[in-house]
């Protein structure tokens, strides 16, 4: 595993390269939009990895992993209404709001990632795959 480095998605169309004509020539990581906030620590044995979802709720979020693809996606749907005596629409508005993240987790132990949400952070334990230590080899001489 390269660490935990977050794959780039981006939706880059045939107008996209005018989208960004007006960018700083030294655009930096920082400047761009990030769906979600993450900090990662390395504590030895595991990565913790801190991703900022304000607004969802903890049945919004769903975790996977495949492939040593490891995918945070979080969905919020929020309708609002007013209808008249009737029942006549006189305002429908709907949002849907969304993000998703993903990382290699190529030298983590994805059968014990654990993962725990509170005051729309998310937080997770990645344990460290532990190396296999090859035990001394006697080789006969013949």
Do not use: W
């Amino acid at each position: 595993m390269f660490d935990l480095i977050p794959f780039e998605h981006r939706n880059a169309g045939l107008f996209d390269f005018f989208n960004h004509f007006d960018d700083d020539f030294f655009n930096s990581v920082e400047n761009n939009f990030s769906p979600c906030r993450t900090d990662i620590r390395d504590e030895g044995s595991k990565y913790v990895l801190e991703a900022e979802l304000p607004g969802f709720q903890k049945e919004e979020i769903a975790i996977n992993v495949e492939n040593d693809c490891l995918t945070l996606a979080a969905q919020h749907k929020d309708e609002n209404e007013q209808k008249d005596k009737a029942g006549n629409y006189i305002r429908r508005e709907r949002r849907m709001s969304g993000m998703s993240r993903s990382f290699d987790v190529s030298g983590i132990d994805t059968a014990k990632i654990s993962a725990s949400f509170e005051n729309g952070i998310l937080t997770m334990d990645l344990p460290k795959k532990e190396e296999a230590k090859q035990l001394p080899k006697q080789i006969p001489i013949q």
